[in-house]
């Protein structure tokens, strides 16, 4: 089964069609800015709001790695 999913990857990498849905994902990808608390103390919701932006990108990395083969960070 891996072989078969390595194979309609590879199929589907090179046509026009996928690059365009490609592209279109990577500038969809959840931005996370970086950690700078306010007066210096990070509150709790600070916190939370960043662990949550961290894991929607970990969670789209790893979908879009899935679906395509491929590290995104290798195609930035």
Known sequence: MADNLAGI???FWNT??????LKEAVQR???IKSFM???????????EVWKAKSAERRGFD?????ITGHNIEDLL
Do not use: D
């Open 62 to 66: 790893a979908a879009f790695q899935f």
């Open 37 to 47: 608390p306010s007066n210096n103390e990070p509150t709790e919701l600070q916190i």
């Open 29 to 31: 990808r959840p931005e």
């Open 9 to 11: 990857r590879k199929e």
């Open 16 to 21: 026009g069609s996928f690059q365009m849905i």
